[in-house]
C-alpha cells in the first residue's frame, strides 16, 4: 500500500455498535465505508427471495458467487450520511436491518463459500488505504495486515439492551429476554464457526463500550487512527 491513508478495521461482536462508531469514525477521518456485515445479510436476504434456506450450503454459495461475479452488491452515498446499499441495483438499506436476516446473516457468513466470494470484493476496496471495514474477521481474515486493528465490545446485557432500542426504533416489537436470547446464541455461533471464527486479533486495540458513550469510542479511535497516520506519513519522508 502507498497511501498514508491507514486501513481500519472493526470487529467485534452483535450488538458492540459496530456500525454506528465506524460510520462516526469515517465520517470524522474522510474515509470510505465498507460494513461487511451488510454484505452478508445481503446475501441472506437474496437467499430467502431466491427460496433458499440459510443453511443450504450449495444454494447459497452458488448465489453469492453469481451476486459477486456481477458486482450486484453496491455501496452508495446518500442525504443521511449513512450509505445506501444496493442488491441488483434494488436499494436494501432498510430490509437488511431486521433481526431475522441478522440471523440469517450469521448462518450464511459461516458457509465457506460465501465467505471467499465476498473476501476479494472486501480486499480489493480496502486496497488503496483510506477505508473504514467491520464486520468479525476483519483483522483475522480479510485484512490481517490492516495498519489500524479494534476490538470493539460490550457485555452481553448492554449489547442486547442496544439491539432492543435499535429494533425499537425500526417498529418492531422485540421481548429483552428474546433478544438476550438471541445475543448469546450469536455469539455462540460466530465464535465456534470452522471459518473465520470471531476473535481479537493479536494485534487489535481492545475497546470495551460497556461504560463509555458512543461519542468516546469514536474519539479514541479516531485518535489512534490519526496517530498511525502521522507514523505511516513519517516513514514515508524518510
Known amino acids: ?37 451488510a454484505l452478508y445479510r445481503s446475501i441472506a436476504l437474496a437467499a430467502r427471495a431466491a427460496g433458499h434456506a440459510w443453511v443450504d450450503q450449495d444454494a447459497v454459495s452458488e448465489l453469492a458467487r453469481g451476486i459477486a461475479a456481477r458486482d450486484g452488491i453496491r455501496f452508495e452515498p446518500s442525504a443521511s450520511g449513512a450509505p445506501r446499499l444496493l442488491l441488483d441495483g434494488k436499494d436494501v438499506s432498510t430490509a437488511i436491518r431486521t433481526q431475522e436476516i441478522a440471523e440469517g446473516a450469521s448462518q450464511v457468513s459461516a458457509i465457506p463459500g460465501v465467505r471467499d466470494a465476498l473476501l476479494e470484493l472486501q480486499r480489493s476496496v480496502a486496497r488503496a488505504g483510506g477505508v473504514v471495514l467491520e464486520g468479525r474477521d476483519i483483522g483475522t481474515v480479510v485484512l490481517p495486515d490492516a495498519e489500524a486493528k479494534f476490538y470493539l465490545t460490550a457485555s452481553i446485557g448492554v449489547r442486547a439492551e442496544r439491539r432492543f432500542q435499535e429494533l425499537l426504533g425500526r417498529g418492531e416489537q422485540p421481548v429483552l429476554a428474546d433478544v438476550e436470547r438471541d445475543v448469546r446464541q450469536r455469539d455462540a455461533r460466530d465464535t465456534m464457526r470452522p471459518v473465520a471464527p470471531l476473535r481479537q486479533a493479536t494485534d487489535a486495540i481492545l475497546v470495551d463500550s460497556t461504560n463509555m458513550s458512543i461519542v468516546e469510542v469514536v474519539s479514541e479511535i479516531v485518535a489512534r487512527v490519526r496517530a498511525v497516520r502521522d507514523m505511516l506519513a513519517s516513514e514515508k519522508t524518510r
Open 1 to 37: 500500500m502507498t497511501s498514508v491513508e491507514p486501513r481500519v478495521a472493526i470487529d467485534g461482536p452483535a450488538g458492540a455498535g459496530k456500525s454506528t462508531v465506524s460510520r462516526k469514525v469515517a465520517e470524522a477521518l474522510g474515509y470510505l465505508l465498507l460494513d461487511t456485515g
